[in-house]
């Protein structure tokens, strides 16, 4: 947040899911039905924003499963931690991405597409100059990006 102080923090909608996923498999390991249906209506939670019901609903699972009581509370923490990442009506209203897959696309394009060609080796010095100038390039600021680093050298 230091660097980018305006930025609008958002935990990955898909990445969020899996620890529901995850818990559902813990609380019903032999019974695919029930489990189907605790994670179909907590992501559906989750996809609403009601981020406080869904930890009140896997808090009140603490007093019926006590032997799973320290990771029902591990996760119930996650969940009020990130809530306000988690806004996901309000994000998509205002026309964000609540997936790091545009990203990850992104970061794929722009620097691995450069990077990860056969044979290169880079040091950390190079490869952040090859990134910042793959990065000027794409996004049209290339000319600024030179006039800059010659006004320096």
């Not at 019974?31 to 009140?60: H, Q």
């Not at 990134?131 to 390039?137: E, P, S």
């Amino acid at each position: 947040m230091e660097q980018f102080p305006g930025a609008i923090l958002i935990v990955d909608f898909y990445h969020a899911s899996e620890h529901l996923h995850k818990l559902s498999r813990l609380l019903f390991p032999s019974d695919e039905a029930a489990r189907r249906t605790w994670t179909t209506s907590a992501v559906e939670l989750l996809d609403k924003g009601e981020i406080e019901t869904l930890v009140a609903v896997v808090r009140s699972l603490v007093s019926e499963r006590t032997e799973l009581a320290e990771k029902l509370n591990t996760e119930a923490e996650y969940f009020e931690r990130n809530a306000a990442k988690m806004r996901y009506p309000d994000f998509r209203a205002q026309g964000l991405f609540i997936g790091s897959g545009v990203i990850e696309a992104g970061c794929k394009t722009v620097i691995g597409s450069r990077l990860k060609q056969s044979a290169m080796f880079w040091t950390v010095q190079g490869d952040n100059r090859i990134i910042a100038l793959r990065c000027c390039r794409i996004s049209g600021k290339f000319e600024d990006f030179w006039e800059q680093a010659h006004a320096a050298a």
